[in-house]
């Protein structure tokens, strides 16, 4: 218990703390004021549980400074103390609530006795505080789980009227993911609002919040707050938000919209909170993004927005599923990225799209790992032209058949091996030729060649002149 002593007279005050430490050796005396005004400054600063108060004090008597802080602060109890027996005061004391009255000087149980009985009666109101604050969180936890459920009977809307009775709009919030810590930051945060009132829930995945409005929602409103909680949560939280319902029974919808949205928002990773766009709007879009993600073989991707795609349109999808087929097709035929062998008349089921779209997804991962080899293959040639090369070795590198490898290799560069090694060691020739520092045959070695007159050769063959008649141009020019 939080006491404040206010008497004017020092030595009351100090018989007074020092009583009242050697009898509730639990409580705390927050502050002492020697005046009536005083007394009101730290009451509604420190707000105490109990102010002992003189009635008789300089400038604002004991009960103008009660009416005053009462009015303000109404919790607060008091104990009345006065040398004289007034019926007056004792009157007005009483229509302030004040209780307890004691004459100066008290006996010492009479003293103990009324402070024990404010002691009483704050513990009850406490506890009737906390049963109270229990029973709505029982019953906050009840709505919420109800509404999750899509229940929307007479029980809910009961406990509705109960909680929130001048209810005007309602919607969800969901996060994702579940984060302990995070969810700490969260409720710090929403304790802090003033424009809704919130009821929490969780599970392993998500973390859900009711938000409760007296006034009229609107998406930017719903937004703002999305923004501001990602901005307290970072990058790595996900809010997916329901539309504003005003009536109870809409609610659930508002939840199911939340979950999608988060779902959509933590799979695509592209913005960090928001709606899940309305159907019309966003399939140009979502068929983009699948496209996107087929493009980089990102089959898991894909795979979530095809069925986010017929989910979405599975009165109306065949329209859309015959854009989503021609354009696959196109793109990756423009990007030399063979497509699987299926026509659009053999994908009529959601089975056969899948296996469509993981087929085209292998291919595109299959493509740029074969271009990852062959660029990996003409490093290994350009760092080892002057070291005798061949298929088996580069195809052993590669970790495929040196059919396979061969023919990889021409289609990605469109040069035999043999002919790209070549070009590659002549290109080098010529530019030592250029220098004119070295014989031919210190060339031939330093380009991989053991035998001279094969270099000239194949220099020849290559160019229309000799190594040396090509030196020797070089030097007129």
């Given amino acids: 218990m939080r006491i404040l002593i206010a008497e004017d007279e020092m030595l009351e005050r100090k018989a007074m703390r020092k009583f009242i430490y050697h009898n509730f050796p639990d409580v705390d005396i927050i502050g002492e004021a020697v005046n009536g005004r005083t007394a009101i400054e730290i009451a509604l600063e420190l707000t105490p549980d109990l102010i002992l108060m003189d009635i008789k004090m300089p400038g604002v008597n004991g009960i103008e400074a009660i009416e005053q802080i009462h009015h303000k602060q109404p919790s607060i109890k008091f104990i009345l103390i006065s040398a004289y027996d007034s019926f007056d005061f004792a009157k007005q004391a009483m229509q302030l609530g004040v209780k307890e009255y004691i004459l100066k000087p008290s006996k010492k149980e009479e003293t103990i006795r009324a402070i024990l009985r404010v002691k009483e009666e704050l513990e009850k109101e406490r506890e009737a505080i906390e049963n109270q604050q229990r029973s709505e969180q029982i019953a906050q936890e009840l709505l919420i789980s109800k509404l999750m459920q899509f229940e929307t009977g007479e029980e809910v809307h009961n406990l509705q009227q109960t909680l929130f009775p001048s209810m005007n709009a309602g919607f969800f919030l969901v996060v994702l993911p579940h984060d302990n810590a995070k969810a700490a930051i969260l409720r710090e945060k929403l304790n802090k609002l003033n424009s809704f009132r919130w009821i929490a829930n969780d599970d392993e995945h998500h973390y859900i919040l009711l938000f409760i409005s007296e006034k ?72 983009e993004q699948l496209l996107t993600e087929v493009e980089m073989g990102n089959e898991k991707t894909s795979l979530y927005l095809l069925q ?170």
């Fill in 216 to 287: 009229k929602v609107t998406k930017a409103d719903i937004l703002k707050l999305a923004r501001e909680l990602h901005i307290a949560l970072g990058d790595k939280a996900y809010i997916g938000a329901g539309k504003s319902y005003h009536n109870l029974a809409d609610l659930p919808h508002s939840y199911l919209e939340a979950v999608k949205a988060a779902t959509h928002l933590s799979t695509l990773q592209q913005k960090n909170y928001g709606f899940k766009e309305e159907k019309k709007q966003h399939a140009t879009k979502k068929i």
């Fill in 308 to 477: 986010d795609l017929m989910d979405d349109y599975s009165s109306n999808i065949n329209e859309e599923l015959v854009n989503l087929y021609y354009k696959l097709r196109q793109t990756l035929e423009q990007k030399g990225i063979s497509v699987p062998e299926m026509t659009y008349k053999q994908l009529t089921s959601d089975k056969h799209w899948t296996e469509f779209i993981k087929l085209c997804c292998l291919n595109v991962k299959q493509h740029y790992q074969s271009q990852d080899k062959m660029e990996r293959t003409k490093k290994y040639i350009h760092d080892h032209f002057d070291q005798p090369i061949n298929l088996e070795e580069l195809a052993q590198l590669n970790d495929l058949s040196t059919t396979y490898f061969s023919n990889l290799f021409k289609e990605s560069t469109g040069y035999t091996l043999i002919d790209y090694i070549t070009n590659v060691r002549l290109n080098k020739a010529k530019q030592l030729l250029q220098k004119n520092k070295y014989s031919l045959k210190e060339i031939s070695y330093m380009i991989g060649y053991n035998d001279p007159n094969y270099f000239s050769r194949v220099f020849k063959k290559y160019y229309g002149v000799s190594p040396k008649q090509y030196q020797q141009a070089i030097i007129k020019m």
